[in-house]
């Protein structure tokens, strides 16, 4: 398997641009995905540099040996200079004190959920597909999709919904859920899109059901509490003038991303000094969010609601 199958890269030359490399520095890529990332990372560094890459997905570690430059096969388990980490980036910090890393130079996340995922049938991340309703990016811990929808109570569901999936439509939703589920168990995706196709508007049918996903997806591997574990690591473990290159996708991940780096924590509560300037670790590289060209959002779909934010440690 090659990151060409998994996924492409988004952003790839401004998010690596945006780490400023040192060629004998620590980088830490939290989202390896199908390696194209850390495989650009990896060429910038010098033969004392370092990159541990983290993914919890069994999937990607295939993707460890890839294509490298000229179509060559790159197998980055055979360079010195690579570790790669399977586990949520939730455990930065424990990790990296495993690996007796104090401070790192530089971190790169690219937060999307990869196409990989989304065409994978036996997952159940889309609702393209009539597939077992799994959700979980570790496939080896953790309740499924179907264990929430079949478990949680009304109100935590339309919580979900509501927070997740920003849905109208979320208490209706969640009381037609529990409903249905007296009757029989959810089990695959089909379930679900038969019961959420009856309340969303025709309109918008597709791009809400989209956010049905979305929701349950996050709920089902805590995504929101992942990201504000590793930002906050992050921020303790990067140096003085090291980087923070972020890849956002949507408007509730965008928002912990800019708090942490404007404030300094995910809630974006601002201290500070006596003369009343902001006290934060991070000033930010770019003040606007770098998007995707026009041509790579038309030759990689994936890119097109990509946002990327960088900011330095101060």
């Keep these: 398997m090659t990151d060409s ?15 400023n490399i040192q060629p ?6 939290v989202t390896f995905g199908g390696g194209g990332h850390s495989r650009e990372l990896l060429s910038r560094l010098g033969p004392d540099g370092r990159l541990y890459s983290f993914d919890q997905d069994a999937d990607a570690e295939l993707n460890i040996r890839g294509i490298g430059e000229e179509g060559k096969e790159q197998n980055m388990e055979q360079d010195a200079r690579f570790t790669f980490v399977r586990s949520n980036f939730r455990y930065l910090k424990n990790w990296m004190r495993y690996y007796g890393v104090d401070h790192i130079d530089g971190l790169l996340a690219d937060l999307g959920v990869s196409s990989h995922h989304f065409d994978d049938e036996t997952r159940g991340f889309s609702f393209r597909f009539n597939a077992p309703l799994d959700m979980r990016m570790n496939k080896r811990s953790g309740q499924t999709a179907a264990d929430l929808l079949n478990k949680a109570d009304e109100k935590k569901l339309a919580d979900i919904f509501y927070l997740y999936g920003e849905l109208k439509t979320a208490r209706r939703l969640a009381a037609a859920i529990v409903k249905k589920r007296e009757e029989k168990p959810f089990t695959v995706t089909q379930d679900l899109t038969d019961v959420a196709s009856q309340l969303l508007p025709k309109e918008r049918e597709k791009k809400d059901m989209a956010k049905v996903f ?3 997806r996050i709920e089902v591997n805590h995504e929101m509490d992942a990201l504000k574990e590793m930002l906050k690591a992050a921020t303790e473990l990067i140096g003085q003038g090291g980087r923070l290159s972020v890849i956002t996708y949507h408007s509730l991940e965008d928002r912990i991303v800019k708090n942490v780096m404007k404030a300094g924590n995910a809630e974006g509560k601002q201290e500070t000094d006596f003369f009343g300037r902001i006290q934060s670790p991070f000033q930010l590289v770019n003040n606007k969010v770098i998007v995707p060209t026009e041509e790579e959002q038309q030759m990689n779909p994936r890119s097109r609601s990509a946002k990327l934010r960088i900011a330095e440690k101060k």
Aim: overall charge negative.
């Design 24 to 29: 004998d520095g620590v980088y830490v890529d």
């Design 5 to 19: 199958c998994y996924h492409i890269p988004v952003l790839l030359k401004e998010s690596i641009d945006g780490l």
């Design 214 to 216: 979305q929701a349950l």
